[in-house]
């Protein structure tokens, strides 16, 4: 999408300006090798140089856009480094002000004054120029996409991605988007979107997408004023009698249609993030309670709001322990129960040797043994934390930080290759109970204290 993107933002910027590079962009190497990075050092400092206010700032910024916008992906990563190593805080005017501000006779508030100025450097004074030209919100999304990929190679750019990060949160305000229901007569582009879009369960034909948008299915898409015609999230919503227990039945085409009158629950089965520059930004709170609020508005006979989710870095995080901290998990009777499948099958006694099988799931014997073990291995991944506190499941992230409390767990609840290959095919339903949403999200964002259902408990 980001090519089209580009098409678009030089385009409209052509009709503002003409070519301002003229033909120099095919004489630009694409890499930006050959000391074509001269070319983009003189467009920068040419920016900061400009003269005659903003109107001169905006078209030598529209250059640098068309400069980035010719750029192969080495070209670009050259382009964003030069930005964030030569164009950053000036530091050393930085301590000059900070031993002024400490002087004596010291003039605060102009100290203050230039120290906020100093505090935003030119390559972020750079894409601030951007909001104000057609398309050019877009084209930093997509720009910050880029740049999140780069900084997996180079770590150094990770303090322009903050601060871009933080640009585009302010300027991604909640209460500025839009939410449009989709269904099947929506336009095909933005049809097109949410089947190109859609990260959690693949669809796999426009007949997958017409069941996804059938009487008893719910879809909205998030917009921002200034994307009108780009959505920034697509949450999938199937009404149902019961809190969902497996993907596949949800999806499946033959299923009988639920009627919506008589549906008592709304399950959440699909969020997906349909601009990678948007990563770490969050709306989570602001769109479920929006889908929610809309739901209980059409169908008043909806009382339980609950998602069907994946569970994405279990199998990860069970395959990074050692064979000690895994027995010591498990506990004496699971390595008991273990041993014994292993002596009857004539095969190791070791958990991840059974789940390399795949025949494992299709296997009541094995499976008996391995569900107990697996659950209990869940609810202790589930109480693992990064660093800084928080859960290492994004998913368990998003929804305990919006107020959900953790409700069941759902064996082989995806059996699909995905599934199986991320958590071994368990599925986690988040339950968001309307009276409890704002204090299971104060106890959570307080305390870090993550809600529990009792089912979920026993798994101990």
């Not at 856009?65 to 964003?80: A, C, I, V």
């Not at 879809?219 to 149902?240: D, K, R, S």
């Not at 709304?266 to 479920?288: D, E, P, T, V």
Request: glycine share 6%.
């Amino acid at each position: 999408m980001f090519k089209y993107s580009l098409k678009n933002l030089g385009r409209s910027w052509s009709n503002l300006t003409g070519s301002l590079l003229g033909d120099r962009h095919s004489r630009v190497d694409l890499d930006l090798a050959n000391g074509d990075e001269e070319i983009l050092r003189r467009h920068l400092d040419n920016w900061i140089g400009a003269r005659g206010g903003e109107v001169s700032a905006r078209s030598h910024a529209m250059q640098i856009g068309e400069l980035y916008q010719h750029l192969s992906q080495t070209g670009r990563r050259r382009f964003l480094e030069i930005l964030a190593n030569e164009y950053g805080l000036d530091r050393a005017a930085m301590r000059k002000q900070c031993h002024a501000y400490l002087a004596s006779d010291a003039d605060y508030s102009s100290v203050e004054a230039a120290m906020r100025d100093l505090l935003e450097p030119p390559r972020l004074k750079l894409l601030s120029q951007f909001s104000a030209l057609p398309n050019g919100i877009k084209f930093l999304v997509d720009l910050r996409r880029d740049l999140l990929g780069f900084c997996r190679e180079n770590s150094d750019l990770k303090p322009f991605d903050r601060e871009l990060r933080h640009l585009l949160a302010n300027w991604f305000d909640v209460g500025l988007l839009k939410m449009r229901q989709v269904d099947w007569q929506s336009p095909a582009a933005l049809l097109e979107k949410l089947v190109e879009y859609e990260a959690v369960h693949e669809i796999n034909s426009w007949q997958d997408l017409r069941h996804r948008l059938h009487l008893d299915r719910r879809c909205y898409a998030f917009f921002h004023p200034n994307m009108p015609g780009e959505p920034l999230i697509f949450v999938e919503v199937a009404l149902t009698n019961g809190i969902a227990e497996s993907v596949q039945t949800l999806l499946d085409e033959s299923t009988p249609d639920v009627d919506p009158e008589k549906a008592d629950t709304a399950i959440f089965y699909s969020i997906s993030n349909a601009q990678q520059g948007l990563k770490g930004i969050s709306f989570g709170n602001f769109l479920i309670k929006r889908v929610v609020a809309s739901l209980k508005a059409e169908l008043p006979n909806i009382k339980t709001f609950a998602t069907l989710s994946p569970i994405p870095g279990f199998r990860r995080w069970l395959n990074s322990l050692d064979e000690e901290e895994r027995v010591r998990l498990i506990d004496a009777d699971g390595m008991l129960e273990l041993a014994q499948l292993s002596i009857n099958r004539s095969a190791e006694p070791d958990l991840l040797n059974f789940l390399e099988q795949n025949e494992w799931a299709h296997d009541d014997n094995v499976s008996t043994v391995l569900k107990p073990i697996l659950e209990k291995l869940l609810y202790h991944y589930f109480h693992t934390t990064r660093d800084d506190g928080q859960p290492i499941d994004p998913v368990e992230r998003f929804h305990l930080g919006n107020g959900a409390r953790i409700e069941r767990v759902n064996w082989l609840g995806d059996v699909s290759g995905k599934g199986m290959e991320q958590s071994f095919g368990l599925m986690v339903n988040y339950l968001y109970p309307i009276k409890d949403i704002e204090k299971n999200h104060e106890f959570y964002a307080t305390q870090g204290k993550i809600i529990l259902s009792s089912a979920i408990k026993s798994l101990k």
